[in-house]
């Protein structure tokens, strides 16, 4: 139930990270993602140059076969330069909820993945990460209106009338129950996949961030540590 835009994502960091090893950490990396089990394997291949601005140099659409990392690298193998980009896409399956039908669904949600060159746009990857994660909406782990965490947290005012109507629902105790399990199910394979990152690639330092909250991460915890 995608009520507001904001998004989550992680950013990394590696040590070490260099054109001669872009390819080989960029397969490692992408050997982590937690496919869907309903749609797996990358659907989406884009190589750009020098920034953002400028018209792509690859662009390639994968969803005709089960494309897996290492099909993905051999790719950008052949345009691997300081000053491009790598980005990809997946799916990977969140619970969601279903207002129509009143229920909870895991379900495939999208993924963007991106890998920085050094000298690509200025050097975004000094404060992007060389890889960068968009995780999908920030909701699927912070839910909405501030009704997860500690009972002491402010509530937000609901800013439309179906969250104001979700809100509603999810007053009750067994409908708060389901929502705050399955909110920390999502949770929890976002920070298992940072682990399984962590022992794939040297990883310098991480970030999970989001759009809007403050300290992301700090909130997420908060949601695993309430009752």
């Known amino acids: 139930m995608p009520l507001v835009a904001n998004h989550a994502y992680a950013s990394i960091w590696a040590r070490n990270f260099s054109d001669e090893t ?3 950490r960029w397969k490692e990396f992408l050997g982590t993602v937690p496919f869907s089990s309903g749609r797996p394997g990358f659907t ?5 140059a020098v920034d953002t601005t400028e018209t792509p140099i690859v662009e390639l659409d994968l969803r005709s076969g089960d494309y897996d990392a290492a099909t993905v690298a051999e790719v950008a193998r052949e345009h691997v330069h300081g000053d491009c980009s790598y980005e990809t896409k997946a799916f990977w399956d969140l619970w969601t909820y ?3 039908h009143d229920r909870w669904d895991l379900q495939p949600q999208p993924l963007m993945i991106f890998c920085n060159g050094e000298d690509f746009d200025g050097g975004v990857w ?3 990460g060389h890889f960068l994660i968009d995780a999908g909406f920030e909701h699927f782990f912070t839910g909405h209106a501030g009704l997860l965490g500690f009972e002491e947290r402010q509530r937000a005012a609901a ?4 969250e104001a109507n979700f809100v509603t629902v999810m007053s009750f105790p067994e409908n708060r129950r389901i929502y705050l399990e399955r909110t920390r199910e999502n949770i929890r394979k976002l920070f298992d996949w940072m682990r399984r ?3 794939a690639i040297p990883v310098e330092r991480s970030r999970l961030w989001s759009e809007g909250e403050e300290n992301f991460e700090a909130r997420m915890e908060e949601i695993l540590a309430a009752r």
């Open 44 to 48: 989406e291949l884009i190589i750009r």
């Open 98 to 100: 279903d207002a129509a």
């Open 22 to 24: 872009l390819v080989e």
């Open 126 to 128: 000094q404060e992007s």
């Open 159 to 162: 800013a439309h009338p179906d």
């Open 197 to 199: 990152v962590e022992a």
